[in-house]
């Protein structure tokens, strides 16, 4: 994870949801500085032992947003 965040404050300046674009520490200051979750777009459990989680296949989200795309049948999580 610490990969991604590196990757994503790199290209954009800051760590906001790819989804909706909160960001923790704009709204709770130091609090929520470099908070952020981290949603597996190939869920692990289809991974075999041998297999690794790609850099993009991490997607991080606010704990809303996490909650939309895990917590329901919807196929959000495909979109984002």
Not at 51 to 58: A, V
């Amino acid at each position: 994870m610490e990969r991604k965040k590196a990757s994503v404050l790199q290209s954009k300046g800051k760590l906001a949801c790819e989804s909706c674009d909160f960001d923790f520490a704009a709204v709770y200051g130091s609090l929520g500085d470099g908070y952020i979750e981290c949603h597996h777009a190939v869920a692990l459990s289809t991974l075999t032992e041998a297999q690794k989680t790609k850099l993009e296949d991490r997607v991080l989200v606010c704990s809303n947003c996490h909650r939309m795309i895990t917590g329901a049948d919807h196929g959000l999580g495909r979109r984002i």
